[in-house]
């Protein structure tokens, strides 16, 4: 392996990891609130709009998100969504990653024992509160392994972003290489980077769970 | 105390699908006075004391705390707004077999939850309620303890506490001590028997033959859905006049009875 090609493109690297990083976070956060929103609506909305958003959650999870954002950039401005590559690969991770966080937590809300649901209506307290209060606590401390888990999953669909240039990690690793030929070195730095991410985002989130978890489990 | 609310069910009726839970059940619970309510399992108490906060949508018939219809704007009319269903639950406390604490929240937060939210008082006078109701079932010393540390007597008297703390004109308790260990049953009876010595109208689903033979006023006994009978502890356990409930008594007697 010959790492002094890194001197060279050290720099342009580090700045595609940011875009990589950013992606991610800002990735991660829209689509966890939008699945959230999809979550809430199918817990509480009317019925023909919990069918509407269970085919949205089927179709996204059914096909691959390289074609969804071929289909967002490229077939986009066909119907006059024009978007810059940037922010096409935010709404498009956000799009993708959704109905994932949806399914989670739907089954989260599903973990909260109806008693505790019930004592609080029993109470009077109005059930926005009781959304705020105590279902979502108590859903998020029960989802937060599965959360922290596809979070993680995103981190490596960020590379996807790539193809519509998004100057991120992995276009810039694939540069280097058609630059320089250096395949090896590229996918070595790709790797290590995306492992020391992803190896991260895994202590918070399980130094996060024995956070929230302190109270509840009897220890 | 607030005054003391009666509750009045006439001919009640339920319906889980085709299965009719409830049939025709009226029964007179008086103000201030404990009336308990005994039967088989899966006989329908549960149920029926779950309508009279309309946990449970009772599908014909009345219930009125005080004379005030619960749950539709008119008997057999429209439902009533969830406004107003609200308003008429602050007057009515529950507690659940499995305590339903919220675990994420201290035996304090508990208790100051419904009185923040509900009666819309400020934190600081919220807590120092909650910490009077919880110095009234003998948890002051635990106010900052979460439910996972404490005993399921101390859980169930939290959540009495936090009943209590709203000032209900009506209490319902479903089972308070079935899921507790034999020897935390005593504290949790204390503390009910302290409200009821205060005038609290209560309605208890129990298991606790020795609780309805010597707390209530009135027992009610069900089976099938049926209200068989309701009179004075003397008039139900001394001689039932009704065959369901001799046979009741006597399983009863049978499974509680020990040979040493
Ligand atoms: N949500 C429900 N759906 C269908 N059937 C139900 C439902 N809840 C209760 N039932 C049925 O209604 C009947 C009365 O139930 P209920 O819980 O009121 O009995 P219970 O007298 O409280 O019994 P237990 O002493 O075991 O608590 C039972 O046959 C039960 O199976
Ligand atoms: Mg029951």
Known sequence: MELSVLQQYGPMLLRGFGITVFCWLAGTVLSMALGLMIALAQRYG????????????????????????????????????????????????????????????????????????????AVGIPEPSI????????????????????SIILTKETVILSIITVPELMYQTQRMSTETFRYL??????ALFFWGLVETISRLGRRLEARVTRHIERG | MTQAASVDMTRINKFYGPFQALRDVSLHIPPGKVT???????????????????????DAGEIRIDGQLIGYDTPGGRLMSGR????????????????????????????????ERVRGLPRAEAEAQARAALDKVGLGDKTANHPARLSGGQQQRVAIARAIAMQPRVMLFDEPTSALDPELVGEVLAVMKQLAAEGMTMVVVTHEMGFAAHVADRVAFMERGELVAAGTPAEIFANPRDERIRAFLHSYHERNAFEV
Request: proline fraction near 6%.
């Open chain 1, 131 to 150: 959304v705020r209060r105590i279902l979502l606590p108590l859903a998020l401390v029960s989802a937060l392994p599965a959360l922290v888990n596809f």
């Open chain 1, 46 to 121: 009317p019925r023909w709009l919990n069918w509407l958003l269970r085919a949205y959650i089927e179709v996204i999870r059914g096909t691959p998100f390289l074609v969804q954002l071929f289909v967002l950039y490229y077939g986009g401005p066909l119907v006059g969504l024009r978007l810059d590559a940037l922010p096409a690969g935010l709404l498009g991770l956000t799009v993708y990653g959704s109905p994932y966080f949806a399914e989670i937590f739907r089954s989260g809300f599903g973990a909260v024992p109806h008693g505790q649901i019930e004592a609080a209506r």
């Open chain 2, 36 to 58: 308990c309510l005994i039967g088989p399992s899966g006989s329908g108490k549960s149920t029926l004391l779950r309508c009279i906060n309309f946990l449970e949508r009772y």
């Open chain 2, 84 to 115: 107003r269903l609200r308003e008429m639950r602050r007057d009515i406390g529950m507690v659940f077999q499995q305590f339903n604490l919220w675990p994420h929240m201290t035996a304090l937060q508990n208790v100051a939850e419904g009185l």
């Open chain 1, 185 to 190: 070195e590229a996918n070595f730095v790709l």
